[in-house]
């Protein structure tokens, strides 16, 4: 079986993020960027996968600015077998990714395809759930364990109420909660070998499919900042402070 | 414009996360409610009270009982004929479903929406919240998904809607339920919490956790929340976490115990009206949010604070 990950670059997300002053986007000129941390737990979980015997190979896929190549290289170091960029400079949103993941697809065969849950820079949450819907596949969203068996896999998901279970039939659609597993950092020697693995690149017109946005950002802002209250000396004096807020 | 919420509910009774999708929808326009469900008529019945909305549509089938998405996004492609908006809360059951409805309609979502704008103009928090964007869109219908704290609550009594069956093409055979592990638990749900004690990783293990932010929370009868560090380790279930990637709580009142207050804690809980923080370390970011900080061992400070209060 081979193993589909998309991984994204995104904002580390140890930096604050700027709002730019004319309105226009976040500034990410000369930020730190990273692999979208979900993307990582996805990479690891499909190494695992494949360190148990249950995969063959993994296909890791950027779809961003020749930079991503950098996040791809990442992939490739802890462990995936090769790498896709399909080049853009445009900001593609998670349809579009979707299609292009579908066309992807398409060519690779994956048994399963392992994305994050949400990137940490538009937070959409939306695009393992979008090309499950183009594939006509199942999705087991938000993973907190993943098992392959034979032609199904299993999936506990974190829910709003606890975890629930699903049991897919393959191919199919994992997304990547925070507890699934915690990624490994890439060695030194296993850098230097990522250099050399096989990474093509390729553009949004090579599989057909329209980037056009569907969505306008008029404006981005910065949101209400909240203004640091008092420090309170003692338990005594915090007791006050609760009971005058009429909850005890 | 006629827009179909997705109501959430467990087949017997509608839950709250509900009411504040159906106040977004209405800012939108016409509101007709989609119960999925089995055996299900319960929460219709719930459902069709809820103030401001014209009717309930009740899909009974044993391949909506858990709400799988791959058997209930084709359902509600097939209602959409009807609508010009598919309007979700931005639970796990919303986020999971609404992107499988939006592709299969070709239509570019819009996730976690906080206010409307306009007909088809809407702001949501992108970056953990730390930038708000405006956001139009040129599809021919939404699909948005609703952050439950940035509205306020429909009535959940007063309304007297008709309830009208419907059908959908049932179960996709791509996927089926195996179990679930549901908390139980006498405590306000956190969503919908009115006072939150959340505790972080200074609480070093799960009997630690217990044995002191559960007392203060039986006290104020609070809900009980939690770090990512604090889920991580092992001391509370998943479900706890309050965050950019867990659940974004707005209460009256949010403890933060023992939390250095990370972006992605902050995004999650920054809107609450009051925020108190205990922390050993007095530039903890934390402070930077808090209304009321007192700095200082919470080993020592809990046992009293509870005492006292
Ligand atoms: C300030 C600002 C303004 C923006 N304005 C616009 C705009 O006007 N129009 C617009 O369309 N978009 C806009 N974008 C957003 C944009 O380009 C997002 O990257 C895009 O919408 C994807 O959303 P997401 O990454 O949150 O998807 P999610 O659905 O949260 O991503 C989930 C997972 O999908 C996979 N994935 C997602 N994207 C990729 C990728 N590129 N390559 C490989 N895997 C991927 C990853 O596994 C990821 O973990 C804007 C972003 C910002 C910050
Ligand atoms: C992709 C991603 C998503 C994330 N999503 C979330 C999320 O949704 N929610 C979330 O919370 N985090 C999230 N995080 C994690 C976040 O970055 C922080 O690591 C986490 O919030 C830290 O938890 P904490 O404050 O409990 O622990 P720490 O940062 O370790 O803070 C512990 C605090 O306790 C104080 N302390 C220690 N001992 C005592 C004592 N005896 N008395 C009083 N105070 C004491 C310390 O001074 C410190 O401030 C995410 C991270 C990533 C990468």
Known sequence: ??????????????????VKADGSGVDLANVKMSMNPFDEIAVE??????????????????????????????ALAMGADRAILVETDDEVEPLAVAKILKAIAAEEQPGLIMLGKQAIDDDSNQTGQMLAALMERPQGTFANTVEVDGDSV???????????????TMPAIVTTDLRLNEPRYASLPNIMKAKKKPLDTKTSADYGVD????????????????????KVADVDALVAKIKALGIA | M??????????????????????AAAAIGDVDLLVAGSNARGAAEEAA???????????????????????????????????????????????????????????????????????????????AGNAIATVQSSDDKLVLTVRGTAFDKAEAEGGSAT?????????????????????????????????????????????????????????????IGASRAAVDAGYVPNDYQVGQTGKIVAP????????????????????????????????????????????GDLFKILPELTEKL
Request: hydrophobic share 40%.
């Open chain 2, 163 to 223: 309830i009208e069956e419907v059908s959908g093409k049932g179960d996709s055979g791509l996927s089926q339920f195996v179990s679930q592990e549901l908390a139980e638990s006498e405590r306000p749900e956190l969503t919908s919490a009115g006072i939150i004690v959340s505790g972080g990783r200074a609480l070093k293990d799960a009997e630690t956790f217990e044995q002191y932010i559960t007392p203060l929370a039986d006290k104020l009868g609070a809900g």
């Open chain 1, 211 to 230: 980037t056009a946005r569907r969505l306008t950002t008029t404006n981005v802002s910065e949101p209400p900042v909240r203004q640091a209250g008092e």
């Open chain 1, 1 to 18: 079986m081979k193993i589909l990950v998309p991984v994204k670059r995104v904002i580390d997300y140890n930096v604050k993020p700027r």
């Open chain 2, 2 to 23: 006629k827009t179909l919420v997705l109501v959430e509910h467990d087949n017997a009774s509608v839950k709250d996360a509900t009411l504040a999708t159906v106040t």
């Open chain 1, 154 to 168: 299993t999936v506990k998901r974190e829910v709003d109420g606890g975890l629930e279970t699903v049991k897919l």
């Open chain 2, 49 to 127: 009270k809820i103030a401001g909305t014209g009717k309930v549509l009740l899909a009974d089938d044993a391949a909506y009982e858990h709400q799988l998405a791959e058997n209930v996004a084709p359902l509600v492609v097939g209602l959409m004929a009807d609508y010009d908006a598919f309007v979700a809360p931005a639970t796990t059951t919303g986020k999971n479903i609404a992107p499988r409805v939006a592709a299969l309609l070709d239509v570019m979502q819009i996730s976690d929406i906080m206010s409307v704008e306009g007909d088809r103009t809407f702001t949501r928090p992108i970056y």
């Open chain 1, 45 to 74: 979980e499909a190494i695992r996968l494949k360190e148990a015997g249950k995969a063959e190979e993994i296909v890791a896929v950027s779809i961003g600015p020749a930079k991503a190549q950098e996040t791809l290289r990442t």
């Open chain 2, 252 to 295: 009256d009142v949010y403890f933060a115990i023992g939390i250095s207050g990370a972006i992605q804690h902050l995004a999650g809980m920054k809107d609450s009206k009051t925020i108190i923080a205990i922390n050993k370390d007095e530039d903890a970011p934390i402070f930077q949010v808090a209304d009321i900080g007192l700095v």
